[in-house]
């Protein structure tokens, strides 16, 4: 194959795999653009294995179906509420993968390679392996293997300072050294110090961080991959490894506005932590979750009063707007939500889903979740559309959410969430809320909207006060 069509075929498949990613922009398009990228990667693989003349290397296809096999298991196994922690866990690979590449590259080839494909094969291994470590502990904090807390080091911002020199040095020193044997030396230190970057940079952010987190680490998979391609001169993977990192950058700078954090203080950790009411079953020790039962049933003395409450709201509601957080994700409530709406739309109401961009931990969370149970995509609203109809809105029903609710993001100067754009549930004529409790969310900043005399609380699991609200409405 010519050089001019495979760089055309390059430039063919690059728009595809873009026009993928604009597809996935929409709920109703999502899958098919998810289809189309799938479609592209795979083309992608074939062209590049067609224009080297290596489609009859038997153990690339051996390698190609086990990791097919191997990924087809992994998503039909995991469920949408580890969709996040998935998603790290891809992201890694993605990182890691560029930057084997960039050392079998640097120890096979190094004497034949130019200054600039040394720069960059050393900074493929940098930004490849802090991908790597930094979505591996991602993921970690995401499925609880770890404190989802931010874990501060003794001199944190030092290390980080100190790890980052040296591998500027090490990169320096890698792109104008002759020998190959330093050079496969020097290639060594750099991944294992960009490995332990990774672990310093993402231990410290907190477990509610995680949707700026992710989207950051999906730009840095891109990017990897397309600082690799310069180093190999691959006009395929340069190309679709920008598209992957400009769309992770654009997707974390519209996290940071929707959560109103600069992007240094979530990756310094630097968050009020207390308990997240948006976590439900949060406890991280037995003793911690009999505690938290004791709470739950002091709580429930009397919810089948506060339930009946709720109840008569809701059947003389004409209009509902439901509100879901990530305390739905974590009582895997859903399920009760698809029956809550089909409940409310028998008796004739006119029922809307709000969702915040940022509820949950990682960004379309709650799209994935109530897509799991086939709630209409049409009936999904974005926060921007959706807040000036709560004024006409006879109730709204928040399910495990918080922050995204806080009406003190509008008043409480001065606190880490003034000035992140809510959702105005406060304006709803009528609030029912099914919450874990009433302690604060990750922000640790008070929840005025409990108070409201038109606040309904129903506490406890939102599975469990979800289904009261359904027995009720049947009655």
Aim: with cysteine.
């Amino acid at each position: 194959m010519q050089t001019s069509v495979y760089q055309i075929l390059c430039l063919v498949l690059a728009v595809l795999i873009l026009y993928g990613i604009k597809l996935m922009s929409s709920p109703q398009t999502a899958p098919r653009g998810n289809q189309l990228g799938a479609l592209g990667m795979f083309s992608a693989i074939l062209l590049v294995l067609f224009y080297n003349g290596i489609l009859d290397q038997t153990l690339l296809w051996a390698a190609i179906l086990l990791g097919g096999i191997i990924g087809y298991f992994l998503a039909v196994r995991v469920t949408m509420i580890q969709m996040p922690q998935m998603v790290a866990l891809l992201n890694g690979l993605g990182g890691g993968a560029s930057a084997l590449v960039a050392l079998v590259v640097i120890f096979e080839t190094f004497t034949q390679m130019g200054l600039f494909s040394r720069f960059t094969g050393q900074l493929a291994l940098v930004v490849g392996g802090v991908t790597l470590s930094g979505s591996l502990i991602a993921a970690a904090k995401l499925d609880r293997r770890i404190s989802q807390q931010p874990v501060i080091l003794k001199g944190h911002s030092l290390l980080n300072a100190a790890a980052l020199a040296v591998l500027a040095c090490l990169v320096a020193v890698g792109t104008i050294i002759y020998s190959p044997s330093l050079a496969a030396y020097n290639a060594v230190a750099v991944t294992l110090i960009s490995l332990a970057f990774g672990v310093f940079f993402a231990i410290r952010v907190g477990g509610a961080d995680m949707p700026i987190t992710i989207s950051l680490l999906n730009s840095c998979s891109g990017l990897a991959g397309s600082i690799c391609g310069l180093t190999i001169a691959d006009p395929l993977l340069v190309s679709i490894g920008a598209i992957v990192g400009a769309s992770g950058i654009i997707l974390t700078g519209i996290m940071c506005r929707n959560m109103n954090r600069p992007l240094l203080e979530v990756l310094n950790g630097s968050a009020v932590l207390i308990i997240n009411c948006d976590d439900e079953l949060c406890a991280e020790s037995p003793q911690e979750e009999k505690q938290l039962g004791k709470h739950m049933q002091a709580e429930s003395l009397c919810e089948e009063q506060r339930s009946q409450s709720a109840v008569d709201i809701l059947k003389q509601a004409k209009k509902v707007i439901i509100v879901p957080g990530y305390g739905m994700a974590l009582a895997q409530a859903q399920w009760q939500v698809r029956n809550l709406l089909d409940v409310l739309e028998a008796q004739g109401k006119s029922v809307q889903f709000a969702i915040h961009p940022v509820a949950g931990r990682m960004p379309g969370h709650m799209n994935v979740l109530l897509a799991e149970v086939d709630i209409p995509y049409d009936q999904l609203q974005e926060m921007d559309d959706v807040n000036p109809e709560f004024k006409d809105t006879d109730v709204a029903v928040v399910i495990g959410a918080c922050d995204v609710v806080n009406p003190a993001a509008i008043t409480a100067e001065g606190t880490p969430i003034y000035g992140m754009p809510i959702l105005r549930v406060d304006e709803a004529r009528q609030v029912v809320v099914c919450n874990i409790d009433t302690k604060p969310g990750y922000s640790g900043v008070e929840n005025p909207l409990y108070n409201q005399s038109s606040v309904h609380l129903l506490l406890g699991n939102a599975a469990e006060t979800l289904e009261q609200l359904i027995d009720g409405l049947k009655s």
